[in-house]
């Protein structure tokens, strides 16, 4: 399902990629400061559950996201704190959790990277995976938040993985897939609510697919599995069942108390299309030209999902870490259409270079400024 690239070519330009993003994302997370007070929110959480079996210092959300920063730390330390630590600059100020989650973060976002290649190769082809997963790689909102120890860069590997195996259905004949694509999609949902808005365009497809209508039920059940998990975490950890998810929903939908972190205007996320994804943000809207399903689900997706949180009065880009890999999956197949010319690739891969720049000065910027108040 989950096999490495076929051509030595490939392999090794997907290598490099996979060290240039690693290599930003290390570097990041070994020098820049907190630029958010839930990294502490988070630290102190996994900390809590790790060293004293408590699930403290966290609200409105699942302890879903703790636990697996408590398993990870607690397993590190197993193999003890090797003294060349207290070098590095988020350790010797911040401490071992803060530290040990943004680890976690870099390695889950890496993981991530190479998915963001699977799930592009699988739609479009090697070229177009090779190119999103580069794009996502040198993303600065990525980069920025990616490593941080904070729910939502969790939330996105384990989407793309669900839309992996969705999109191998058709292509794999092992029966389990639309289970895993649903166990997938509740642990995205698990690590970050909001994630839940990409059941609806998931739901849609299997119903409108005909070939998808059989396997509904697994996606189903796996998803349901999930849930039913995620209920009875509540249950132990906040006294009832479901007890972060409606504290969530009230807290930011039905009574708007996230406002007191600041409003932003409906066309917000719109406007800062640009600064995120540079030059190439308009590109998913020449994927279109190619009228098919899989363009069609990708992209209302992200609609979708802008959509919805655009409408929220309280936002952050960090709310966007989802659709990175989609946008950049999109953009990748509008440059590498077949239908293009020559020509037209060209001035299509200036933009990508245009691109490169721009995300290079953004990056410079994290060390000029005060990098909270580039990417809040």
């Known amino acids: 399902m989950l096999k490495l690239p076929r051509t030595d070519r490939t392999f090794f330009i997907l290598a490099a990629i996979l060290c240039l993003s690693l290599s930003l994302r ?12 839930d990294e502490y929110g988070t630290a102190a959480s996994a900390q809590s559950l ?18 697996l920063l408590a398993v990870f730390g607690k397993t590190c330390l197993l193999f003890g704190e090797p003294s060349f630590l207290r070098m590095i600059p988020i350790y010797s100020i911040h401490g071992y959790w803060i530290f040990i989650n943004r680890v976690f973060n870099v390695l889950l976002g890496i993981i991530g990277i190479y998915l963001t290649y699977k799930l592009g190769e699988t739609c479009y082809g090697e070229k177009v995976g090779l190119l999103a997963a580069f794009l996502q790689g040198i993303n600065c909102l990525d980069v920025f938040w990616g490593m941080r120890s904070v729910p939502d860069p969790s939330s996105t590997p384990f989407l793309v ?17 639309p289970l895993l694509s649903g166990i997938s999609l509740g642990i995205s949902v698990m690590c970050r609510y909001s994630s839940a808005l990409y059941v609806i365009p998931v ?15 697994l996606f189903g059940v796996g998803f349901a599995v999930m849930m039913i998990s995620q209920g009875m975490l509540d249950l132990l950890t906040w006294g009832r069942l479901f007890g972060s998810s409606i504290e969530f929903f009230a807290f930011n939908i039905l009574e708007e108390k996230a406002l007191i972190w600041g409003y932003k205007p409906f066309q917000y996320y719109y406007v800062m299309l640009p600064i995120i994804f540079a030059h190439t943000y308009p590109l998913p809207l020449l994927a279109l030209e190619r009228i098919d399903w899989k ?37 990748s197949q509008g440059i590498l259409a077949r239908s293009r ?12 270079g245009l691109t490169i720049i721009w ?18």
């Open 203 to 217: 739901i849609i497809l299997f119903l409108v697919r005909r070939e998808l209508r059989n396997e509904f039920w």
């Open 26 to 37: 290390v570097y990041a997370a070994a020098t820049m400061g907190i630029a958010r007070g």
């Open 341 to 352: 010319s020559r020509r037209e690739r060209m001035l299509l891969f200036l933009l990508v």
């Open 359 to 376: 995300q290079a000065k953004r990056f410079a910027f994290f060390f000029l400024e005060d990098p909270s108040q580039i990417f809040v």
């Open 50 to 67: 790790a060293e004293r079996g408590e699930f403290t210092g966290w609200t409105m959300r699942s302890y879903f996201y703790p636990a």
């Open 161 to 177: 993985t669900s839309l992996l195996f969705l999109m191998k259905i058709n292509d794999d004949r092992n029966r389990y897939l």
């Open 295 to 331: 363009t069609c689900f990708l992209t209302s997706s992200v609609g979708l999902f802008l959509w919805v949180m655009s409408s929220l009065p309280h936002k952050e880009l960090r709310f966007l870490l989802t659709i990175i890999p989609l946008m950049c999956i999109l953009s």
